[in-house]
Nanobody, 113 residues
Framework: QVQLVESGGGLVQPGGSLRLSCVAS????????MAWYRQAPGKERELVAF???????NYADSVKGRFTISRDNAKNTVYLQMNNLKPEDTAVYYC???????WGQGTQVTVSS
C-alpha cells in the first residue's frame, strides 16, 4: 500500500523559512522521481519541484532560487527547503511519486505577518 506522509508545515512570517519532509512507502523509493505540489485556496494544484532518481532537479519559476528539493534514499524521504517565503506561497503542500497518482494528506504552509 502506497503511503505519503508530509510534515513540517506551519505559520511563518514573510522572509522566513520552513523545511517540509515527506516519508514515502509502497514503491521502490530510490527508483522513482519525487515531486512536491501545492494547492492554494481557490486555485488548481501546481507542481513546485521534482527530483529524479539521479538527483536531477527542476523548479517552478515562482520558487526558483528560494526552494530546494532533496532526497534521502536511505530514509525514503524527500525534503523541500523553503527560504524567503512570500504570502503567495501559502498553500497545502503535497509530495508525490511523480509518475503515479497517489496523494498524501498534505501539510499546510501559511505565510503571514
Amino acid at each position: 500500500q502506497v503511503q505519503l506522509v508530509e510534515s513540517g508545515g506551519g505559520l511563518v512570517q514573510p522572509g522566513g523559512s520552513l523545511r517540509l519532509s515527506c516519508v514515502a512507502s509502497g514503491r521502490i523509493f530510490r527508483f522513482n522521481t519525487m515531486a512536491w505540489y501545492r494547492q492554494a485556496p481557490g486555485k488548481e494544484r501546481e507542481l513546485v519541484a521534482f527530483i529524479s532518481s539521479g538527483d536531477i532537479t527542476n523548479y517552478a519559476d515562482s520558487v526558483k532560487g528560494r526552494f530546494t528539493i532533496s532526497r534521502d534514499n536511505a530514509k525514503n524521504t524527500v525534503y523541500l527547503q523553503m527560504n524567503n517565503l512570500k504570502p503567495e506561497d501559502t498553500a497545502v503542500y503535497y509530495c508525490k511519486y511523480l509518475n503515479y497518482n497517489d496523494w498524501g494528506q498534505g501539510t499546510q504552509v501559511t505565510v503571514s505577518s
